[in-house]
């Protein structure tokens, strides 16, 4: 059964074990839909913007590069164990801004991601990608708990 409603599903993911289930349920959906997923990895470098480049701030990209390309390779191995295509990328900058300028500039339908569930004091100390997307986004965003 294919649909016309879900054709390109983004599920973005930080690597986690919180991201596994929201890739379960992406994947699924995806697989129900005959859509295509496009796995989404932001490496973070917002926080690195007003350093100098140096070797060090290289080794933590590098580093960062690498979780990325786990992750989205994990998505990739999921998906296609259940025969669902999915397209690998690694994108870099701030993630929520960067989930959603990708989400509207490749026709996707749905942006799928998990959230870690934090609230009061620890979500405001450390923000919300997820929150942020879904606040700000113009594409039906699914929040999956862990």
């Known amino acids: 059964m294919t649909s016309e409603f879900y054709r390109n599903i983004v599920i973005a993911t930080d690597?986690?074990?919180?991201?596994?289930?929201?890739?379960?349920?992406?994947?699924?959906?995806a697989k129900m839909s005959g859509a295509t997923?496009?796995?989404?990895?932001?490496?973070?470098?917002s926080s690195f913007?007003?350093?100098?480049?140096?070797?060090?701030?290289?080794?933590?990209?590098?580093?960062l590069k690498n979780e990325g390309n786990k992750a989205i390779s994990y998505v990739k191995e999921t998906g296609e164990a259940t025969g669902v295509e999915v397209k690998e990328i690694l994108g870099?900058?701030?993630p929520s801004n960067e989930i959603i300028d990708f989400a509207e500039n490749n026709n996707v339908d749905l942006i799928v991601m998990g959230?870690?569930?934090?609230?009061?004091i620890d979500r405001f100390l450390l923000g919300s990608v997820a929150e942020k997307v879904v606040r700000n986004?113009?594409?039906?965003?699914?929040?999956?708990?862990?």
């Open 115 to 120: 959230t870690h569930g934090k609230s009061g």
């Open 37 to 45: 997923v496009h796995a989404l990895y932001v490496v973070d470098t």
């Open 15 to 29: 690597g986690s074990e919180n991201s596994d289930r929201a890739i379960s349920y992406g994947i699924e959906i």
């Open 137 to 146: 986004s113009k594409i039906p965003v699914m929040v999956v708990r862990s």
């Open 49 to 63: 913007s007003s350093i100098p480049m140096d070797a060090g701030w290289e080794a933590m990209y590098e580093i």
């Open 92 to 94: 870099e900058g701030h």
